[in-house]
Nanobody, 116 residues
Framework: QVQLVESGGGLVQAGGSLRLSCAASGTISSFKTMGWYRQAPGKQRELVAVLTSGGSTTYADSVKGRFTISEDNAKTTVTLQMNSLKPEDTAVYYC??????????WGKGTQVTVSS
């Protein structure tokens, strides 16, 4: 069983920055992918950014150039640095990982609210 614990959400004004962290119960290299998804009220959950075990990244078009996903040196924490935040970035952000057996795990989510 994989446990993912998110931290770093909060309230920020438009144009500000937040940093989300996701601590995994295993090393990131043991997972096929780790990433962040978000779900705004009344909307479907959507991919924000994904990091593969090989180090490649994928971003949603809406966050390219503003958000950066990375891992720490110990490869146990994935971070999402969010800059130039917009009100439309308001959502609950979920950490996710997929194992090599294609089993997915989710964190409980952390609220990000961007005021205009």
């Amino acid at each position: 069983q994989v446990q993912l614990v998110e931290s770093g959400g909060g309230l920020v004004q438009a144009g500000g920055s937040l940093r989300l962290s996701c601590a995994a119960s295993g090393t990131i290299s043991s997972f096929k992918t780790m990433g962040w998804y978000r779900q705004a009220p009344g909307k479907q959950r959507e991919l924000v950014a994904v990091l593969t075990s090989g180090g490649s990244t994928t971003y949603a078009d809406s966050v390219k150039g503003r958000f950066t996903i990375s891992e720490d040196n110990a490869k146990t924490t994935v971070t999402l640095q969010m800059n130039s935040l917009k009100p439309e970035d308001t959502a609950v952000y979920y950490c996710n990982c997929f194992t090599w057996a294609r089993v997915g795990f989710w964190g409980k989510g952390t609220q990000v609210t961007v005021s205009s």
